[in-house]
């Protein structure tokens, strides 16, 4: 049986990477235009987990959105830009052609399981119709496949699950079947957004560990979304910190971890609380992520930035490489503010 | 006895909750047939007026009268009839019409055929109509099936059935004679009752499995349905109509059990003799027993009704059955 998914793999596909270059998308609605990426770029290699970092509103979503080909079009409108999935360009394709990638190269896991599985399937339908669409398996191999992704996921219990409808499960017996879902046709990326935000804490470690495994045993690469840090720090290989539709700084784990360029970044990490901040007055920073409809010109971060002067308020920062592609986009970088 | 595991567990946990779901709602239905029982003949003994002297005339003696209440049961106290009323409905004895004589359950059994013939026949109309149409008005917002399927709602629901069904004589019996003007001896003879009884039907029907499908179609699971790759048809009828159905059958349902009781007016345009006509004219001519059954007759069908949508309705959703 391995050998024959195995030769299936080797036809299906060359691509490695995950490329986005210079996305551009607005939402339009009657007069007002709300321009919600502003030029984003990132690639996501198999085999990596890749996160996007940011606050709600700073264009997360409609990043992952567009990459699976689920922003609806109108009121949302794609300036400009390219997601390039092997050799071809997914903005060009026909719907018929970009839905054939959707779970089967590209997969998708969402925050709230109970909301994104549906009520009144069984969990095995929702599993094996996939297999028999993507892969065109008979109903009985799909089954057979679907019990050993059961077991990649770890959820014990076989036919039995599959017989479950999700409101029999538990939140985090639901998550691993969202997981499972969007594995099984052993797709080459998989997006997750926020995957571990609605499960409790001991359950989120179990999730992301799930996530790291699979990853390492499918090959798979991973666009981690989150606004957490913390979550991000312990499953990420490549970190990308978004704000107001653009990307400010993206590095390594360990580089953006111990050498944050961007003042947003740096005010993000002195908003973690972790030990050795106890009996500190925890850092926040003030305001909020400016709606995509009125987006400050010059540098979007300039009024809530501490080290902000005037050819902030005029110029966009470019983006600058920093070595090792730690890049970052702010006219002063590694320039220090006292609290 | 050890411990249930395995796939075993779930079958027998499974079938036995259903089971106690079962049970509780045949509860309920005996129950809701012993209320409305109850106020029947209560409603009935309020009516002022004593119907032995309905039945005996201005002319009677008074013997004949006592005689009559005797027959009908009238001269003991009213918590004693209350009781055999009560004894008579546990044995589905509801006695004898007082103008024809013959039993109230005869009358009733001779009736009900053409009656449920003709409910059958305007539901699935009304179905075959009303679903497709919602479905594609949800589907294709704003085209012209959308459109096509709001006039049609507003107009089903505007149209008297009467009037529709003395239209549909006149076309179709008289200017162009397809069917034929009475009689309800054949199928043919119910096409056009069932087309004017189905009409205003498939509007309800229309115009909820429209809305039902809208709602569903905004839910999360269609996203990931959409993540999954699926084609749009997978997507509406395997994941968004399920779901949308569960809302459309109940109500089909309750629409059904009205067309049960009888379409007092449709039956009198195509002068039908079914349920609805048989409970008229027991009116017009104050056959107390036979209203009496025939009320309780339409309480227990529109009960079992209700009863068999409760169970259609847990095996659309599966959380109901929990609850």
């Known amino acids: 049986m391995p050998k024959k998914r195995a030769d299936k793999r080797a036809v ?4 490695s990477t995950l490329e986005i270059r210079d996305l551009n998308v607005s939402f339009i609605q009657g007069e007002k235009e709300a321009n919600a990426l502003r ?14 970092v940011g606050e709600s509103g700073s264009g997360k979503t409609v990043t992952s959105t567009c990459v699976m080909g689920l922003l609806p079009t109108p009121p949302a409108r794609i300036n400009a830009g390219e997601i390039i999935l092997g050799d071809q360009d997914l903005l060009l394709l026909e719907e018929k052609d970009r839905r054939e990638i959707r779970g089967k190269d590209i997969a998708m896991v969402f925050q709230e399981p109970a909301r994104y599985l549906n009520p009144t399937l069984k969990v095995g339908d929702q599993i094996t119709e996939m297999l028999i669409l993507h892969l065109g398996m008979e109903k009985t191999e799909a089954v057979e496949r679907a019990l050993e ?39 080459s990326f998989l997006i997750a957004d926020e995957p571990t935000t609605a499960l409790d804490v001991t359950l989120q470690l179990q999730i992301l560990n799930l996530m790291l495994s699979l990853k390492n045993r499918l090959d798979m690469g991973i666009l981690f979304i989150s606004h957490d840090l913390r979550v991000v720090h312990d499953i990420s290989d490549w970190i990308s910190v978004i704000y107001a539709g653009r990307i400010v700084e993206s590095a390594s784990r360990e580089t953006l971890f111990a050498d944050p360029k961007h003042p947003y970044t740096k005010l993000l990490f002195e908003s973690i609380p972790d030990a050795d901040k106890r009996g500190k007055r925890l850092q926040t920073i003030p305001g909020k992520v400016p709606d995509a409809e009125n987006i400050p010109g010059g540098c979007a971060f300039h009024p809530r930035c501490p080290i902000a002067e005037e050819i ?10 920093l070595g090792g592609n730690h890049t970052a986009a702010c006219h002063f970088i590694g320039k220090q503010w006292k609290n | 006895m050890g411990k249930l595991t395995g796939p075993m567990y779930g079958i027998l946990r499974g079938n036995m909750e259903f089971l106690l779901f079962l049970f509780r709602r045949f509860l309920r239905l005996l129950l809701t047939i012993l209320i409305i029982s109850t106020i029947i003949f209560f409603v009935i003994r309020v009516i002022p007026g004593d119907p032995a002297l309905v039945v005996a005339g201005i002319d009677a003696s008074d013997e004949d009268i006592q005689a009559i209440r005797a027959r009908l049961g009238t001269d003991v106290p009213v918590a004693v009839q209350y009781g055999r009323w009560l004894a008579d409905i546990v044995r589905f004895d509801f006695g004898e019409s007082m103008i024809s004589g013959a039993s109230v359950n005869k009358l009733i059994m001779e009736r009900f055929p053409l009656t449920l013939t003709l409910a059958i026949l305007g539901i699935v109309l009304g179905i075959i109509v009303a679903i497709p149409l919602g479905v594609l008005s949800a589907v294709h917002r704003w085209s012209f099936w959308d459109y096509f399927g709001m006039v049609y709602s507003q107009m089903g629901m505007a149209i008297p059935s009467f009037w529709l069904g003395m239209i549909l004589l006149l076309v179709f019996a008289v200017k162009i004679p397809l069917f034929p003007l009475f009689g309800s001896d054949s199928l043919k003879n119910l096409i056009l009752p069932a087309i004017a009884l189905g009409f205003a039907r498939a509007a309800v029907i229309l115009r909820l499995t429209r809305a039902a499908m809208v709602e569903e179609l905004s839910k999360e699971y269609i996203i990931t349905a959409r993540a999954k790759g ?40 195509f002068s039908l003799p079914g349920l609805g006509r048989l409970f008229l004219y027991a009116i017009y001519q104050r056959d107390f027993p036979l209203i009496q059954g025939g009320v309780v007759f339409i309480a227990v069908i529109f009960s079992l009704v209700n009863f068999a949508v409760d169970i259609i309705y847990s095996l659309l959703n599966p959380k109901i059955r929990i609850s």
């Open chain 1, 12 to 15: 299906k596909r060359a691509d």
């Open chain 1, 39 to 52: 030029g984003i770029s990132l690639s996501l290699k198999r085999s990596e987990v890749h996160s996007l």
């Open chain 1, 149 to 187: 992704i059961l077991d990649l996921v770890g959820l014990k219990g076989g036919k039995r699950i599959l017989d479950s409808y999700p409101h029999e499960l538990s939140g985090g017996m639901k998550q691993r079947i969202m997981i499972a879902i969007a594995i099984s046709c052993n797709p």
């Open chain 1, 312 to 321: 902030c308020r005029t110029s966009q920062p470019e983006t600058k490489n």
């Open chain 2, 230 to 269: 699926l084609t749009n048809r997978m997507i509406r009828y395997k994941h968004a109509l399920r779901n949308a159905m569960i809302a459309v059958v109940t109500v089909t349902g309750i629409q059904f059990g009205y067309m049960l009781g009888g379409a007092i007016i449709v039956e009198q345009v």
